[in-house]
């Protein structure tokens, strides 16, 4: 059974890179029968999808992260990365990764257990 | 955009109770509608996908239904356990979207 788990600085300063990086166990991020994905969501309040990427390096990202957001893909240590850059205290959220199936329909059928990331001064 | 909406926000239900939870797109998302139940602290969990199919291990009295605009999910014979907040996700649009939340509290 795939395990996905999150990993990087809980806590970053505004105007800095928040870099968070998913790795994945008991499955391959070169398997072509899934996007591997970012979710956050602040405390307290709702879901947010920030993009996926595929094994070939192909992403798809929200716009209202406009280009602050990049996901990037390491088959070679079965891992996918995320950056997101010049933070503000609103990007303050926990950080999920997740496994999202392809096929007729898309769904994210195994994420990570989740990693808060602050950002304050 | 396609905005999600979900109704209620929060509902009070008894165990052994039957509630239902609609979700409503701003536009036709065919049959790509997803639900999740998340516990406090814990990640979300996939219940249902495809509006209709059930997610391996789900227990039955999980249900949904609807295509288009509008779709439900629906808990039968509530469970302690089933107390969570849910949410619908939309994955028609290149632009992945989630409900604001229902909050499913103990009566």
């Known amino acids: 059974q795939v395990q996905l788990q999150e990993s990087g600085p809980g806590l970053v300063k505004p105007s800095e890179t928040l870099s968070l990086t998913c790795t994945v166990s008991?499955?391959?991020?070169?398997?072509?029968?899934?996007?591997w994905s970012w979710i956050r969501q602040p405390p307290g309040k709702g879901l947010e999808w920030i993009g996926y990427?595929?094994?070939?390096?192909?992403?798809n990202n929200n716009p209202s992260l406009k280009s602050r957001v990049t996901i990037s893909v390491d088959t070679s240590k079965n891992q996918f990365s995320l950056k997101l850059n010049s933070v503000t205290a609103a990007d303050t959220a926990v950080y999920y990764c997740?496994?999202?199936?392809?096929?007729?329909?898309?769904?994210?059928?195994?994420w990570g257990p989740g990693t808060l990331v602050t950002v304050s001064s | 955009d396609i905005q999600m909406t979900q109704s209620p926000s929060s509902l009070s239900a008894s165990v052994g109770d039957r509630v239902t939870i609609t979700c409503r797109a701003s536009?036709?998302?065919?049959?790509?509608l997803n639900w999740y139940q998340q516990k406090p602290g814990k990640a979300p969990k996939l219940l249902i996908y495809?509006?209709?199919s059930l997610q391996g291990g789900v227990p039955s009295r999980f249900s949904g239904s609807g295509s288009g605009t509008d779709f439900t999910l629906t808990i039968s014979n509530l469970q302690p356990e089933d107390f969570a907040t849910y949410y619908c996700?939309?994955?028609?649009?290149?632009?992945?979207?989630f409900g604001q939340g229902t909050r499913l509290d103990i009566k």
């Open positions: 495809t509006a209709s």
């Open positions: 536009q036709s998302i065919s049959s790509y």
């Open positions: 996700q939309q994955t028609y649009s290149s632009l992945i979207t």
């Open positions: 997740a496994r999202v199936q392809v096929g007729a329909t898309y769904h994210f059928h195994s």
């Open positions: 008991g499955g391959s991020v070169s398997s072509g029968s899934y996007y």
């Open positions: 990427i595929y094994y070939s390096g192909s992403t």
